[in-house]
């Protein structure tokens, strides 16, 4: 098992980026250097002392240099509702947790749903890394939503696929129409077929493209995200049912093969 | 970063718990630890009075559906189930493991049926791995009629004597407080055969999603847990002091020095921290520390003298 820290970090900026979206840019050098693609914090807030529990969020980002991670988030309920307020502060952080994306692929299929994006994205970074041809999927419900297209495409330096649910950008409806065109079509650069698909998102989401992948015999992975509470593998709040049994979401994930995955 | 340890002092820490020698006070609360090893980034995990292993039963349970958890005001929710690999996993996963790092272990033991409790005590004698039992009355019984064997005396008083005849190592009773008179319920398990008794197991509650119209947890309902349940635990643990001769661990909502020093005065002996890990890793330490500092504060050489000092 790889070291963790609890390490006191700082709120540097916390903006605005979308309808209840928000992008937080955390000093935290020790996790800035350590932190794998996929991988995520534990958080504790400070002056939340009603809410007991930590909050998950992936790493959306990170900065070796300047010891920096950026969290992409959106309000869903009290304590994200509370987050856009702490424009600066000391927050801790437990981390970095969870295993790792393969990167074991020759052309690989990035789909992301919703802030689902944002765990891909240092993902699409190694691979990019590695000259690993990949293509990305993301979906939204509008077009303001789709917040991680620019970064995407600022490093692909093309635009990924959108999709979203009001048709106000790219493909209208939901972003699976387009999984499937790519899975028929083969990679963009060279048409060659996909050996990797790795999913982010909603569960329904997930499920239908692990379904998707699975049919073209496509090694599909997805990231689980449950509930937790300590988020180092303790207490077993966070399992997700598996062929071979009940498996901690936390640290034997977040990600999953998705064929062993019982949805 | 290193594992936190308890810093040095001449105030003497040492207890002893119905026969379990204890360096400090502070031990885990049985499911919010594991066996430890998760927390031994954060925390030097032999350097805690004793850990506290999550309940096991004999070929191990696969617990409940998921969503498992919820956060409620100061507290949360858990419907874990039990979920655990079975005695022989953790003989071989985890006690071994305590003991090499030098380890103060007590195994919190469950049993669907009164024979399974037995059993499992059974295949723990069968190695020299096991410095205390914690039996958890507070699971759903076959032999008693499918209720928690915890709220009925004369089933508490029948399985404990059952797991008596089993061992000769100290034996700590933990009660739920699910019950109106926990008194009755302390004095079945001394009657069977208890050295100590710990308390409390969570407080059976619910929470609602009113937009989705549905309960937050799978199971609908859950044990609640963390300082919302404090008070409700310290009344019980005073209660229960008065109640019975033996000595008491007490739980519930500890997350500092002050929270153990008020249940040590309440009539504990020692206390577990249990949900206050999830927010803290290095909770179990700091609370050793708080306590280390109350007493150097307030000239306090033995916390054996807070033991039910309440005035
Ligand atoms: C490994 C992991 C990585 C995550 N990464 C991100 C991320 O990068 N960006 C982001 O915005 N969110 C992420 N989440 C989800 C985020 O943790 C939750 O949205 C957050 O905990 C909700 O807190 P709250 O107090 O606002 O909501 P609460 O008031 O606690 O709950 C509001 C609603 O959110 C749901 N919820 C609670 N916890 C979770 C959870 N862990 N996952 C999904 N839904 C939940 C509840 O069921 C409820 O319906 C991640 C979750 C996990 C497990
Ligand atoms: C996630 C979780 C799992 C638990 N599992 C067990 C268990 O296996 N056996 C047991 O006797 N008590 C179990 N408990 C109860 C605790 O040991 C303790 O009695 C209770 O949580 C109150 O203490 P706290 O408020 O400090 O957590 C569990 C509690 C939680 C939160
Ligand atoms: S959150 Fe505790 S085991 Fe995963």
Same mark, same amino acid.
């Given at each position: 098992?790889?070291?963790?820290?609890?390490?006191? +970090?700082?709120?540097?900026?916390? %903006?605005?980026?979308?309808?209840?979206?928000?992008?937080?840019?955390?000093?935290?050098?020790?996790?800035?250097?350590?932190?794998?693609?996929?991988?995520?914090?534990?958080?504790?807030?400070?002056?939340?002392?009603?809410?007991?529990?930590?909050?998950?969020?992936?790493?959306?980002?990170?900065?070796?240099?300047?010891?920096?991670?950026?969290?992409?988030?959106?309000?869903?309920?009290?304590?994200?509702?509370?987050?856009?307020?702490?424009?600066?502060?000391? /927050?801790?952080?437990?981390?970095?947790?969870?295993?790792?994306?393969?990167?074991?692929?020759?052309?690989?299929?990035?789909?992301?749903?919703? $802030?689902?994006?944002?765990?891909?994205?240092?993902?699409?970074?190694?691979?990019?890394?590695?000259?690993?041809?990949?293509?990305?999927?993301?979906?939204?419900?509008? !077009?303001?939503?789709?917040?991680?297209?620019?970064?995407?495409?600022?490093? #692909?330096?093309?635009?990924?696929?959108?999709?979203?649910?009001?048709?106000?950008?790219?493909?209208?409806?939901?972003?699976?129409?387009?999984?499937?065109?790519?899975?028929?079509?083969? *990679?963009?650069?060279?048409?060659?077929?996909?050996?990797?698909?790795?999913? *982010?998102?909603?569960?329904?989401?997930?499920?239908?493209?692990?379904?998707?992948?699975?049919?073209?015999?496509?090694?599909?992975?997805?990231?689980?995200?449950?509930?937790?509470?300590?988020?180092?593998? +303790?207490?077993?709040?966070?399992?997700?049912?598996?062929?071979?049994?009940?498996?901690?979401?936390?640290?034997?994930?977040?990600?999953? %093969?998705?064929?062993?995955?019982?949805? | 970063?290193? +594992?936190?340890?308890?810093?040095?002092?001449?105030?003497?820490?040492? $207890?002893?718990?119905?026969?379990?020698?204890?360096?400090?006070?502070?031990?885990?609360? @049985?499911?919010?630890?594991?066996?430890?090893?998760?927390? @031994?980034?954060?925390?030097?995990?032999?350097?805690?009075?004793?850990?506290?292993? !999550?309940?096991? @039963?004999?070929?191990?349970?696969?617990?409940?559906?998921?969503?498992?958890?919820?956060?409620?005001?100061?507290?949360?929710?858990?419907? /874990?189930?039990?979920?655990?690999?079975?005695?022989?996993?953790?003989?071989?996963?985890?006690?071994?493991?305590?003991?090499?790092?030098?380890?103060?272990?007590?195994?919190?033991?469950?049993?669907?049926?009164?024979?399974?409790?037995?059993?499992?005590?059974?295949?723990?004698?069968?190695?020299?791995?096991?410095?205390?039992?914690?039996?958890?009355?507070? *699971?759903?019984?076959?032999?008693?009629?499918?209720?928690?064997?915890?709220?009925?005396?004369?089933?508490?008083?029948?399985?404990?004597?059952?797991?008596?005849?089993?061992? @000769?190592?100290? #034996?700590?009773?933990?009660?739920?407080?699910?019950?109106?008179?926990?008194?009755?319920?302390?004095?079945?398990?001394?009657?069977?055969?208890?050295?100590?008794?710990?308390?409390?197991?969570?407080?059976?509650?619910?929470?609602?999603?009113?937009?989705?119209?549905?309960?937050?947890?799978?199971?609908?309902?859950?044990?609640?847990?963390?300082?919302?349940?404090?008070?409700?635990?310290?009344?019980?643990?005073?209660?229960?002091?008065?109640?019975?001769?033996?000595?008491?661990?007490? #739980?519930?909502?500890?997350?500092?020095?002050?929270?153990?020093?008020?249940? #040590?005065?309440?009539?504990?002996?020692?206390?577990?921290?249990?949900? +206050?890990?999830?927010?803290?890793?290095?909770?179990?330490?700091?609370? /050793?520390?708080?306590?280390?500092?109350?007493?150097?504060?307030?000239?306090?050489?033995?916390?054996?003298?807070?033991?039910?000092?309440?005035?």
């Amino acid at each position: 098992m790889s070291h963790l820290v609890n390490e006191k +970090a700082r709120i540097l900026t916390n %903006e605005n980026v979308g309808p209840r979206l928000h992008l937080m840019v955390i000093e935290s050098p020790i996790i800035a250097k350590s932190i794998q693609p996929g991988q995520f914090v534990h958080v504790k807030f400070p002056d939340l002392e009603a809410h007991i529990l930590r909050r998950p969020f992936s790493v959306y980002g990170h900065n070796e240099k300047s010891g920096t991670i950026d969290i992409l988030y959106q309000e869903v309920g009290s304590v994200t509702r509370l987050m856009p307020s702490m424009q600066s502060g000391e /927050i801790e952080l437990i981390g970095p947790i969870g295993n790792t994306w393969s990167t074991d692929c020759t052309r690989a299929l990035l789909v992301g749903g919703g $802030v689902g994006a944002a765990p891909l994205f240092m993902l699409a970074e190694t691979l990019k890394h590695a000259g690993t041809p990949f293509d990305v999927i993301l979906g939204a419900q509008t !077009k303001d939503a789709l917040v991680a297209r620019d970064r995407y495409k600022a490093l #692909m330096e093309r635009e990924p696929c959108c999709a979203t649910d009001d048709g106000s950008y790219g493909s209208p409806g939901f972003c699976t129409s387009l999984v499937e065109e790519r899975l028929s079509q083969g *990679c963009i650069e060279d048409g060659a077929p996909y050996d990797f698909l790795a999913v *982010c998102g909603p569960e329904p989401l997930m499920r239908i493209v692990a379904d998707m992948g699975a049919k073209a015999g496509v090694r599909t992975q997805v990231s689980m995200e449950k509930r937790m509470a300590c988020g180092i593998g +303790a207490c077993l709040s966070c399992v997700v049912d598996t062929v071979d049994g009940k498996k901690r979401s936390c640290i034997d994930g977040p990600i999953f %093969e998705a064929n062993k995955v019982v949805w | 970063m290193n +594992a936190a340890v308890p810093s040095t002092t001449d105030v003497k820490l040492a $207890v002893n718990l119905g026969g379990l020698h204890m360096k400090n006070p502070v031990t885990v609360a @049985s499911g919010t630890f594991a066996a430890g090893r998760e927390y @031994s980034d954060f925390v030097a995990v032999e350097t805690l009075g004793a850990v506290t292993t !999550k309940g096991v @039963s004999l070929k191990g349970w696969e617990g409940n559906a998921s969503p498992r958890i919820a956060e409620t005001p100061s507290g949360m929710l858990n419907s /874990i189930g039990l979920q655990n690999p079975g005695v022989k996993h953790l003989i071989d996963h985890d006690l071994t493991w305590l003991r090499d790092i030098g380890a103060t272990s007590i195994v919190n033991v469950s049993g669907h049926s009164f024979d399974e409790y037995v059993q499992v005590i059974n295949a723990l004698e069968a190695t020299d791995l096991v410095d205390a039992y914690e039996i958890n009355i507070s *699971c759903p019984n076959v032999d008693a009629g499918g209720m928690t064997i915890g709220t009925d005396p004369a089933s508490v008083r029948e399985v404990i004597s059952m797991c008596r005849e089993a061992t @000769s190592k100290p #034996m700590i009773v933990k009660l739920t407080p699910n019950v109106t008179d926990i008194t009755e319920i302390a004095r079945a398990a001394v009657d069977g055969g208890a050295n100590a008794i710990s308390l409390i197991n969570t407080l059976l509650g619910m929470a609602i999603d009113a937009y989705r119209r549905k309960p937050q947890l799978a199971r609908a309902v859950g044990g609640l847990s963390g300082p919302a349940v404090k008070p409700v635990a310290l009344r019980m643990v005073w209660e229960v002091h008065k109640a019975v001769d033996v000595p008491l661990l007490g #739980m519930g909502g500890i997350a500092n020095g002050i929270d153990a020093i008020e249940f #040590m005065l309440a009539g504990a002996t020692a206390i577990a921290v249990g949900t +206050a890990n999830f927010n803290n890793p290095t909770a179990t330490v700091d609370v /050793i520390n708080g306590i280390i500092e109350y007493c150097e504060q307030q000239g306090v050489k033995d916390v054996n003298e807070l033991i039910g000092a309440l005035q």
